[in-house]
């Protein structure tokens, strides 16, 4: 077998003071304002009280010329240009995208060209879709289930009835990934939930560099590659590709996970706050983070000194918290519009969720699958099996994941999975499974070579049946 010809070098370009990379990152998005006001007409909008719009494109583009102008007339070298051809050659030449973005790219478009082919091959229960942002079946291909709850807080914000817990209300959904649709959308004409997806895919993609970092830590990098792959491939990693939370949640949870261990303080805080503003169970995140601050500590049944003292341990155990701090936020702004800070928890009764607790759920379900036979159980509510079977999975790691990763990896799985069956029953169960990355490394630590494509062929096949019921408003959460 030939050698592959080795890749040119990549000239270094000469660091530049921080200022100037500010300047830089602004002048490139004032000028994507500027092309996207000529592509789509511009926009108007409001921030924080205040009033913000651009319609005349070349008024934007000429600000970015004078950013740029000062910025050369301040550093003449390197190039404006120059440094960001040489970032994107960086980029595409480094280890890590070279790992991840092909399969990012075919799982996450896969995705979206199989639930539009299931469109027009299979059709809706009704006849039409339930929700309908545009007429033809490309633009409102996004908009499913969730996704039009996301969209009435982008575009409207939050609305409150008082006293009507009979009714869903939009406050049980955290704000940060609606708000990102609202300021992504307005480069894109304020197309909504498919910038909702765009928010979707491209934390996905995020995220998949912080999994094969952390990946690459813990096994040899064929490994990383593997649990990439599987958690891509993941039938319920369909929801990456819609506006949905997972795709947000799992980048917060892993950069909040990456940098708190390498004592990055400051990233890990801020990645962490973002998890507890993304969903409602993102402030258990804090329980498994302050294990991993304390787990390196309990050596011979007590806590030794670390070597930068316990203030140390305290500042990390801030950051640690910070996922409560972000549900915490959300909850002062719910009390300041109803009155009841944690009104968003009560108002989920209106989706039918109720708190049995596990064991009485799982007693349940135990019962029906004898009465029914493993046959019954399983085609009588398909996405229920499916569910059911991505918390076994997720059941059978726990014991394997402590020993192999450690009790936050074990604790992080348990604190999403339990919550889930408690009060939900295999309601979005899958989906809630989806974004545990310890079950992914696991997988890919285990699984013997000559079986990993088996597995990444089979969630990948299950995947597509779930897109296909998802697109088709056939319920798969």
């Known amino acids: 077998m030939p050698t592959p010809a080795p890749r040119a070098p990549i000239r270094p370009v000469p660091a530049v003071p921080r200022l100037v990379s500010v300047l830089d990152g602004l002048t490139a998005l004032v000028a994507l304002v500027a092309a996207s006001t000529l592509v789509t007409g511009g926009f108007r909008a409001e921030f924080l009280g205040l009033r913000v719009s651009t319609t005349s494109w070349w008024r934007v583009a000429l600000v970015a010329l004078v950013l740029l102008a000062a910025r050369h007339a301040w550093r003449r070298s390197p190039w404006f240009a120059s440094r960001g051809w040489h970032a994107y050659m960086r980029w595409r030449q480094d280890a890590v995208t070279r790992a991840t973005w092909p399969v990012i790219v075919t799982t996450r478009l896969g995705v979206l060209v199989v639930g539009l082919l299931a469109v027009h091959a299979i059709g809706y229960p ?263 079977l991505a918390a076994l999975l997720v059941g059978a790691s726990l014991v394997p994941v402590w020993r192999r990763f450690g009790a936050p990896a074990a604790v992080l799985l348990a604190v999403n999975l339990a919550p889930s069956l408690a009060s939900g029953g295999w309601l979005s169960v899958g989906r809630a499974t989806s974004v545990l990355f310890p079950l992914f490394l696991w997988l890919a630590d285990v699984v013997p070579a000559r079986h990993r494509l088996v597995w990444i062929a089979a969630f990948a096949a299950l995947q597509a049946f779930a897109a296909t019921l998802f697109f088709t408003w056939r319920p798969v959460f």
């Not at 879709?129 to 499913?144: D, Q, Y």
């Not at 928010?199 to 064929?222: G, I, P, Q, T």
């Not at 990645?271 to 390196?296: D, E, H, M």
């Open 126 to 388: 009704q006849g039409r879709a339930p929700i309908r942002v545009a007429e033809g079946e490309v633009a409102n291909l996004p908009a499913r289930f969730d996704a039009g709850w996301y969209l009435t807080i982008a575009t409207r914000g939050y609305e409150y009835l008082p006293n009507r817990f009979d009714r869903q209300q939009n406050l049980v959904f955290f704000p940060a990934f609606p708000t990102l649709m609202a300021w992504v959308s307005l480069l894109f004409a304020r197309q909504v939930v498919w910038s909702g997806a765009i928010v979707s895919m491209v934390a996905f993609a995020w995220a998949m560099r912080y999994l094969f970092r952390l990946a690459r830590e813990l096994m040899d990098e064929a490994r990383a590659v593997v649990a990439v792959a599987l958690l891509a491939a993941y039938p319920f990693a369909v929801f990456f590709s819609a506006p949905y939370t997972e795709g947000l949640f799992l980048l917060a949870m892993l950069g909040a996970w990456w940098h708190l261990r390498r004592d990055e303080r400051w990233a890990g805080f801020a990645w962490g706050f973002v998890a507890g503003l993304t969903r409602p169970n993102g402030c258990l995140l804090s329980v498994p983070l302050a294990l991993v601050v304390v787990a390196p500590l309990w050596k011979h049944g007590r806590l030794q000194r670390p070597p930068d003292g316990w203030l140390g341990v305290v500042d990390r155990l801030v950051v640690a918290a910070a996922p409560g701090l972000g549900m915490l936020a959300y909850s002062a702004y719910v009390y300041d519009v109803t009155g009841d800070p944690f009104m968003w928890i009560r108002l989920q009764a209106a989706w039918g969720r109720e708190n049995i607790g596990v064991a009485a759920f799982l007693a349940g379900e135990w019962r029906s699958l004898g009465e029914q036979g493993l046959y019954g159980y399983a085609t009588g509510d398909v996405p229920n099996f499916l569910n059911a």
